[in-house]
Nanobody, 116 residues
Framework: VQLVESGGGLVQPGGSLRLSCVASGFTFSSYAMSWYRQAPGKERELVAAISSVGGSTNYAGSMKGRFTISRDNAKNTVYLQMNSLKPEDTAVYYC??????????WGQGTQVTVSS
């Protein structure tokens, strides 16, 4: 099982980034997917989640309207489009795959830094 995130980097405030997470080793379309983030000295927090077939999404309050989660089950990929980025969005962003309580996988993370 592998989850490989990409697309992080340094961006100025107000800018945009698109993160990708490519999954392998399991039946991607059967798993709910989500993005989490962890800033230095803080706990990991949920950013956004999407159901296995993509019909349902939810977002943490501060991300609503700025971030969009989507998935392409044909490509085994989940995306996080991040717009209007703020310095407080700086964190390592992680991809997570879950099915029930028995199957729970994490990626290695990708760094997002928002700074001028």
């Amino acid at each position: 099982v592998q989850l490989v995130e990409s697309g992080g980097g340094l961006v100025q405030p107000g800018g945009s980034l698109r993160l990708s997470c490519v999954a392998s080793g399991f039946t991607f379309s059967s798993y709910a997917m989500s993005w989490y983030r962890q800033a230095p000295g803080k706990e990991r927090e949920l950013v956004a989640a999407i159901s296995s077939v993509g019909g349902s999404t939810n977002y943490a309050g501060s991300m609503k309207g700025r971030f969009t989660i989507s998935r392409d089950n044909a490509k085994n990929t989940v995306y996080l489009q991040m717009n209007s980025l703020k310095p407080e969005d700086t964190a390592v962003y992680y991809c997570r795959a879950r099915r029930g309580i028995s199957y729970d996988y994490w990626g290695q993370g990708t760094q997002v830094t928002v700074s001028s």
